[in-house]
């Protein structure tokens, strides 16, 4: 399987209202989505850690694209 087409959209969508947890504020959300495409397949993806919950960054979710980006390269 060959992957024709690697998108990542990042999207930031604010929240109507603040959401508050004991640690923390939210007023937004933060993440990407990821698209990958084989022939006429097209899949879907999102990553978005989210700060006190997850146990990576958004940045971190990055390099882990780049990295599967890079490996899959010559294939594209």
Not at 59 to 69: C, D, I, Q, S, T
Request: hydrophobic share 40%.
């Amino acid at each position: 399987m060959k992957i024709s087409q690697f998108t990542v959209t990042p999207y930031s969508i604010p929240f109507v209202k603040s959401m508050e947890t004991a640690g923390h504020t939210y007023s937004h959300r933060e993440g990407v989505l990821l698209n990958l495409k084989f022939e006429n397949l097209s899949g879907w993806g999102e990553a978005a850690p989210l700060l006190g919950f997850s146990n990576e960054s958004l940045k971190e979710v990055y390099y882990a694209l780049e990295g599967f980006h890079n490996a899959i390269e010559g294939e594209i």
